[in-house]
């Protein structure tokens, strides 16, 4: 698992790329190629994830079912 600050640099680069509407980037000697701004999206959730669960303050999520019958 990468050190937080390292991640946190990752999701700032590639929020920086979201701004500028570009779907490469680069940090440090690694350069990755986006296919689409969706894909971006869903990297940087996953990076968010694993930010959560580095620095222990991954949320909890609660679901309410309800029920009711047509009467």
Do not use: C, P
């Amino acid at each position: 698992m990468a050190d937080t600050t390292e991640l946190q640099a990752q999701r700032a680069a590639l929020k920086k790329a979201m701004r500028s509407g570009v779907l490469s980037v680069e940090h440090g000697d690694k350069s990755v190629r986006y296919r689409s701004m969706n894909e971006l999206r869903a990297a940087l959730a996953d990076l968010d994830a694993e930010i959560e669960v580095a620095a222990g303050t991954r949320r909890s999520r609660v679901f309410y079912l309800s029920n009711s019958r047509g009467l």
